[in-house]
């Protein structure tokens, strides 16, 4: 099941019916009357409403519309419009399964072998958020230069609390739009929490929020999303050998199999398969 957000402005088409005032949300099961709702292109039509002009935000199928939820807000309306997602679609193939790889020096590494990094925007702005909280704590104690600086950091923080917000929300809906099962590895936070120096690392990057967002937009989209135990991802090849490695060795190399690569797109790799063996 798929959610689709329709909204219109309060223009020529907006319902003008009095009676309509008394209802704040209403649901249209319509069985059968899909053609005449949305027969002009552009324009949704419900009955006792009249035709609405639309702004879909999202492309879909008319006939495969199984509920239209409308909303009434002050600017306008919503109409959440439920639409079926044919099982073709939502096939699982290896093709479009993705392994992804959340890490401290790329943001994430995918198994299809690209990577993610933090924006330069983000690093920036955090790196001013830093400077700003140095400012902060040479200010007197209750002193009007130290509100003044405390205001700054507040600003700051928001500021790159909702670029990284946007960040997230934008690589996790690319990789549910490209893939049908998307798998990551349970994450142990609190383990590596309490080792102090990756601590602001792991805070900073958002990997659980990251993974949330995935796992919503999938959902949201009839896709499958997998966690998968986290265990000697990055100690073993995809033939199944052991490779060993600390953290600072950047390259897996299997003398059993003969893979070299970057170790972070193997242990993605990894992670794939493991979810390609969960039963679905
Ligand atoms: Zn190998």
């Not at 060993?244 to 950047?250: F, G, Y």
């Amino acid at each position: 099941m798929m959610r689709i957000s329709v909204s219109s402005a309060v223009k020529p088409g907006t319902p003008r019916y009095k009676s309509v005032d008394r209802y704040v949300s209403f649901t249209y099961p319509q069985p059968g009357a899909v053609e005449k709702t949305f027969a002009k292109p552009g324009y949704v039509y419900l009955s006792k409403i009249g035709v609405v002009n639309m702004n879909a935000h999202r492309p879909f199928d008319p006939a495969n519309v199984t509920q239209i939820n409308v909303k009434r807000y002050v600017d306008g309306w919503m109409i959440n419009i439920s639409v079926k997602v044919p099982d073709a679609e939502a096939a699982q193939t290896a093709e479009s399964a993705v392994g992804i790889d959340v890490g401290l020096n790329t943001f994430a590494a995918l198994s299809d072998e690209t990577k993610v990094d933090n924006p330069r925007y983000l690093r920036k702005a955090e790196k001013q958020l830093k400077r700003k909280h140095r400012q902060l704590s040479r200010k007197q104690p209750a002193s009007h230069n130290r509100k003044k600086a405390k205001r700054k950091v507040a600003k700051a923080h928001q500021k790159v609390a909702r670029q990284r917000k946007d960040f997230l929300h934008k690589q996790s809906h690319r990789i549910v739009r490209d893939y049908n099962l998307i798998a990551v590895e349970e994450l142990k936070v609190r383990n590596m929490v309490r080792n102090r120096r990756l601590a602001k690392s792991i805070s900073d990057a958002g990997w659980s929020r990251f993974i949330t967002y995935l796992s919503y937009k999938a959902k949201r989209q009839g896709k499958r999303f997998a966690q998968v135990p986290a265990h000697g991802t990055s100690q073993t090849c995809l033939c199944g050998a052991s490779v060993p490695k600390t953290l600072s060795i950047r390259i897996h190399e299997c003398e059993s199999c003969g893979r070299i690569q970057d170790r972070d797109i193997v242990s993605a790799k990894i992670i794939l398969q493991r979810a390609l063996n969960i039963p679905a």
